[in-house]
């Protein structure tokens, strides 16, 4: 990790601007996929996942024989987990639904807001070097809660045509049965225009390599909403001269392993504690199966010497991390002045593993500074709020007035007329 001492404000924006990546050659690969999968339908994608997975299918479908197979195939002990995962993240979820509350603005005047479920959503679960069977509970949990009709999955298959039986068992844990074999900038197209065997759906949800993401991002120019903009995984531990250095450790290693263009941040107020850090760091890597991908990331990753925990706490707003990790004894304190985060973890106990699969919280997140206008997934991502509002005559004689006179001064004369009838029609029965 690149260490900085005592950084000048100055200097904050350069430190801590994530890895740019030449993004051109990414945006004409995915470009001709998706007008591939426009125009050809299940023809392109047959074709694009012998091309990109290496794969013959002969069917996108997942079968209800595949998904049986997958449950008698996976350990009792990771089955027994996906269960508590599902409850916790389930009770979290449903704390989050929206109470219809009418309120009368003025005499006569009611209005309220309901939430109503998008009614055909997709997911894309990545393959990739690891099978995301978590992020399948986390996308298809609130989409239940919040009453999509319709719930799609896609994921890559292995060069057998086989999709991971984790993953087939958290989503019929989840209640969700139609999943169909397609990985990358494909299976977002697919969901996208939708073809022949899978539905077109309304919005998009889940993480995936530069190419899933380049291709949400097209089609949300194209009609189909996403969920957020992200970019690499990332986490931010603040420590200080208190902080279990192993912890800490295990931390930054945890989020390193994620992929090579992870990004992973230190900021603390202990030149010693860092150094402890660094040391730690040295002795876990070597012991993790996944350390070559690891290593690659710390490559991308720095520490930061922060005068004060109040210097620190600005860094780490300025940053903006996907995960924040305050690893210190008064993180609650410190909690108050967080602004700019995806996910926050107090305590030395509370590693980001617990919110990756079962503390109740989603890790869907915004990476890449996005935490700065963006929310984590939520049961309100899978919500449209529409709101409802009822005139009785005396509403209409309350703001009957005030409309008429704004309408008049914005050259609107049909919406003047509108309102000027009913007030005329209540003034003639009196």
């Not at 660094?278 to 002795?283: A, L």
């Not at 009785?392 to 914005?410: D, F, K, N, Q």
Request: a negative charge; one cysteine or more; proline letters at 4%.
């Amino acid at each position: 990790m690149k260490l900085y001492q005592y950084p000048a404000r100055s200097e904050w924006d350069k430190i801590l601007s994530r890895p740019a990546l030449d993004t051109q050659m990414v945006k004409d690969a995915v470009a001709a996929v998706l007008q591939d999968v426009r125009q050809h339908g299940d023809e392109a994608l047959f074709r694009l996942e012998e091309k990109f997975d290496h794969v013959k299918l002969d069917r996108l479908l997942v079968s209800e024989s595949e998904f049986s197979e997958a449950k008698e195939s996976v350990d009792s002990d990771l089955y027994q987990s996906l269960l508590t995962a599902h409850a916790n993240i389930s009770r979290f979820h449903s704390s989050q639904r929206h109470v219809v509350e009418r309120v009368e603005t003025c005499p006569g005047v009611e209005c309220w807001q309901k939430s109503i479920g998008i009614e055909k959503v997709g997911l894309y679960i990545p393959g990739g070097t690891a099978p995301l069977f978590s992020t399948v509970l986390m996308l298809a949990i609130p989409a239940r809660l919040a009453g999509c009709r319709e719930i799609v999955l896609c994921t890559p298959p292995n060069r057998e045509g086989n999709i991971h039986p984790a993953i087939l068992c958290a989503a019929h844990i989840a209640g969700v049965h139609k999943i169909f074999k397609l990985g990358g900038s494909q299976a977002i197209a697919a969901m996208a225009f939708g073809t022949e065997s899978v539905p077109k759906v309304y919005k998009i949800f889940g993480p995936g390599n530069r190419f899933v993401m380049e291709a949400k991002q097209q089609v949300s120019l194209l009609g189909t909403a996403i969920d957020m903009p992200a970019g690499p995984s990332e986490v931010c531990v603040l420590a200080d001269e208190n902080s279990c250095a192993p912890f800490v450790a295990a931390d930054l290693l945890s989020q390193a392993e994620h992929g090579i263009d992870s990004q992973v941040l230190l900021v603390s107020t202990s030149s010693a504690k860092i150094q402890e850090v660094e040391e730690e760091i040295d002795r876990q890597l070597p012991l993790l199966p996944r350390q070559d991908i690891a290593r690659q990331s710390l490559s991308n990753s720095i520490a930061i010497l922060a005068a004060d925990k109040q210097e620190a706490m600005e860094i780490c707003n300025e940053y903006a991390p996907e995960h924040l990790i305050l690893s210190t004894s008064d993180c609650d304190e410190l909690a108050d002045q967080v602004v700019n985060a995806g996910s926050v973890f107090l305590g030395s106990w509370s590693c980001e593993s617990a919110g990756d699969y079962a503390s109740g919280t989603n890790h869907t997140l915004p990476t890449h500074g996005y935490a700065r206008a963006y929310s984590g997934l939520n049961l309100d991502s899978f919500c449209r709020k529409i709101t409802f509002q009822k005139l009785s005559e005396e509403g209409v004689l309350s703001i009957g007035p005030a409309v008429s006179t704004m309408a008049g001064h914005e050259q609107l004369a049909a919406h003047q007329q509108a309102m000027l009838l009913r007030l005329k029609a209540i003034n003639s029965k009196s």
